[in-house]
């Protein structure tokens, strides 16, 4: 990942402390050599809504490497942010919905600056966690992404309760999510069995990511695939 000055572009920002991250994916995923760039509009002065977090990083890695799962999905992001995951699901074929919380318009008109910067069509919409305001009844997602979501127990709740409803609107779905063990990894697992959920898949963050990637990030990430538990439901 590498910072570059905002200039050329500027005019499409507001005059604030902002930078432009650019990540990369295949080849050696590095300038000189890739596959895929995804520059990020981020901003030193906001809250971490306007940042690129480790759990993004690794859960963009995850969708590259399995974007032949992606190409031709609906996917949304949940509490998107800089949305780095599901721009790189846009950029391999995905039908892409990014969602941050429905007041937050700083951060919602950021995600369509980063959109617009990286030529990605994706749809952008304001979704708060436990509202069911009438945009989450449209939404018919295969893959729901969430990077570092599961970082305040307060809000834990919300999240499992909008995460199951769009499971069971969306049959055969998935959800996969990274997060820190900080978080607290008992209060996940009693949460996905309070809602009817089971574990498909959980890997750890760094066994996936090439090298150059994983050097400059820290945390114990573990990557997770969450899906409905139909044996449960019966």
Known sequence: MEGVAFGARAAAVPARM??????YFG??????????????IENIEEDYGMFVWPCSIILAEYVWQQRSRFSGSK????????SLPGLVAAKV???VTLTDIAHNTEVLNNIRRICT?????????????GDWDEPIFDLHPDIILGADVLYDSANFDDLFATV???LENSPGAVFITTYHNRSGHHLIEFLMVKWGLKCLKLLDGFSFL?????????GNIQLVEIALDKEKRK
């Open 117 to 129: 910067l990286n030529d990605a069509s994706c749809t952008v919409s304001g979704l708060t966690w």
């Open 93 to 95: 074929g995905a039908d």
């Open 27 to 40: 080849g050696d995923a590095s300038e000189s050599d890739h596959d895929l760039r995804v520059d990020i």
């Open 75 to 82: 996917v949304v992001e949940l509490g998107a942010g800089t």
């Open 18 to 23: 902002t930078t432009v991250s650019r990540h």
């Open 210 to 218: 090439p090298s150059c990637k994983a050097a400059s990030l820290q």
């Open 164 to 166: 199951t409803f769009l």
